[in-house]
Nanobody
Framework: QVRLVESGGGWVHAGGFLRLSCAAS????????MGWYRQAPGQQRELVAT???????TYADSVKGRFTISRDNAKNTVYLEMNSLKPEDTAVYYC???????????WGQGTQVTVSS
């Protein structure tokens, strides 16, 4: 089992910046990919970004150029830097991990990000 604990959500004006962190513990050897999904009210959960241990990164088109995912493998932590935030970025952001970016198994509890116009 892998436990994921997120931090860093909050409220910000449009155009602002937030940084999310997610620390993994437990059976770390079983995961290669870590990343973030988000779910807005009434919407399906959607990919935001993922990153593998080797540095391969995947982004949703809606966040490319604004969001940056990074990992500190020594700390088993993944970060999401969110710039130029828009009201449509408002959602619960979930940290995730798994053997690959296409095989996500573990989820965090979620952290709320609210962007006001």
């Amino acid at each position: 089992q892998v436990r994921l604990v997120e931090s860093g959500g909050g409220w910000v004006h449009a155009g602002g910046f937030l940084r999310l962190s997610c620390a993994a513990s437990g059976s770390i050897f079983s995961i290669n990919a870590m990343g973030w999904y988000r779910q807005a009210p009434g919407q399906q959960r959607e990919l935001v970004a993922t990153a593998t241990r080797g540095g391969l990164r995947t982004y949703a088109d809606s966040v490319k150029g604004r969001f940056t995912i990074s990992r500190d493998n020594a700390k088993n932590t993944v970060y999401l830097e969110m710039n130029s935030l828009k009201p449509e970025d408002t959602a619960v952001y979930y940290c995730c991990s798994g053997p690959s970016s296409s095989s996500i198994i573990y989820w965090g509890q979620g952290t709320q990000v609210t962007v006001s116009s």
